[in-house]
């Protein structure tokens, strides 16, 4: 099985501009996690979706968005960027059970 | 609040000498434990999880309630146990949510 994709892998943007990342979770799974990962903060959990409903969310401002497709591919979109935004961003799909969670590789979002 | 704590950055031993990783959490229902762990140049990937009580790659932990800590374990280290560990607590049965709240993570690094 082909595990998750995560597109594109490295971004630079600038102060101001939005951002859209996608994920493609591994065939058959419905939920998609979305993480975010800096040194300061570590990996904190921005939000879920689940058969293009979003279940779950993390402590992050409006700016964070994201939405689900019926193929459950995800994407997630951050709007007015902050230089503080520059992090990876982790996606992770799963079914189950067990209900393991498998994560992508990552987007490295650079803001400038 | 709903939290796991790793006091260690930075474990450091040789190879054939046991490990302990250390993680507490903070969390008033019945959390599901994980250790997940990310190899050089790889995903992060899930090690082991407290319900399924078994023994990855020699590593073990055992969930104490009462010290509230899931510490993981090995007796002998070996060289490509090499990584970084992220203990991730679940917030409710991870059949229902795909939100994970990891720890700052420790660095393991296993010398010859």
């Known amino acids: 099985k082909a595990g998750v994709t995560q597109t594109p892998r490295y971004l630079i943007k600038t102060r101001g501009q939005q951002v859209t990342l996608s994920c493609s979770p591994i065939?058959?799974?419905?939920?998609v996690s979305w993480y975010q990962q800096t040194p300061g903060q570590g990996l904190q959990f921005l939000f879920e979706y689940f058969s293009e409903t979003q279940r779950n969310k993390g402590n992050f401002p409006g700016r964070f968005s994201g939405r689900q497709f019926s193929n459950s591919r995800s994407e997630m979109n951050v709007s007015t960027l902050e230089l503080g935004d520059s992090a990876l961003y982790l996606c992770?799909?799963?079914?189950?059970?067990?209900?393991?969670?498998?994560f992508g590789p990552g987007t490295r979002l650079t803001v400038t | 609040a709903q939290r796991v704590t790793q006091p260690e950055k930075l474990l450091s031993v040789f190879k054939g000498a046991p490990v302990e990783l250390k993680c507490n959490y903070s969390?008033?229902?019945?959390?599901?434990l994980f250790w997940y762990v990310q190899y050089s140049r790889q995903r992060l990937q899930l090690l082991l999880r407290?319900?399924s009580r078994e023994s990855i790659k020699g590593f073990t932990a055992d969930l104490n309630k009462g010290e509230t800590s899931f510490h993981l374990k090995k007796p002998f280290a070996q060289e490509e146990d090499s990584a970084m560990y992220y203990c991730?607590?679940?917030?409710?049965?991870?059949?229902?949510?795909?939100?994970?709240?990891f720890g700052q993570g420790t660095t393991l690094q296993v010398k010859p």
């Open positions: 992770a799909s799963r079914a189950g059970p067990p209900y393991e969670q498998y």
């Open positions: 969390y008033s229902g019945s959390p599901e």
């Open positions: 407290h319900i």
């Open positions: 991730a607590l679940s917030p409710g049965l991870s059949s229902n949510t795909g939100k994970l709240i």
């Open positions: 065939s058959g799974h419905r939920s």
